[in-house]
Nanobody
Framework: QVQLVESGGGLVQTGGSLRLSCAVS????????FGWYRQVPGKQRDWVAR???????AYADSLKGRFAISRDNAKNTVYLQMNNLKPEDTAVYYC?????????WGQGTQVTVSS
């Protein structure tokens, strides 16, 4: 039974930082890649970042180096460090396997950046 549970979102001022967590259970963690995605109501879900099983990272061009994805295999957890947040980063953030997504998306975690 695969579960991916996002946490760590909240309300932050422009220029602030947040660290999101994705707790993975019910699956093999170490050999999997993972991605972060975000979605605004009425908009498509966009890819944000990914990390492979060996720790290689990549990011959406629009993020301009502000975000960093990491993983802790001992805790079966994937993180997204978000720095210099902007109002346009406001969205619900989701995690999933990468490149093959699990077909059941979780609730996500809300990130709201105030002006």
């Amino acid at each position: 039974q695969v579960q991916l549970v996002e946490s760590g979102g909240g309300l932050v001022q422009t220029g602030g930082s947040l660290r999101l967590s994705c707790a993975v259970s019910g699956s093999i963690f170490d050999n999997a890649g993972f991605g972060w995605y975000r979605q605004v109501p009425g908009k498509q879900r966009d890819w944000v970042a990914r990390i492979t099983s060996v720790g290689s990272t990549a990011y959406a061009d629009s993020l301009k180096g502000r975000f960093a994805i990491s993983r802790d295999n001992a805790k079966n957890t994937v993180y997204l460090q978000m720095n210099n947040l902007k109002p346009e980063d406001t969205a619900v953030y989701y995690c999933n396997y990468w490149p093959r997504s699990f077909d059941s998306w979780g609730q996500g975690t809300q990130v709201t950046v105030s002006s």
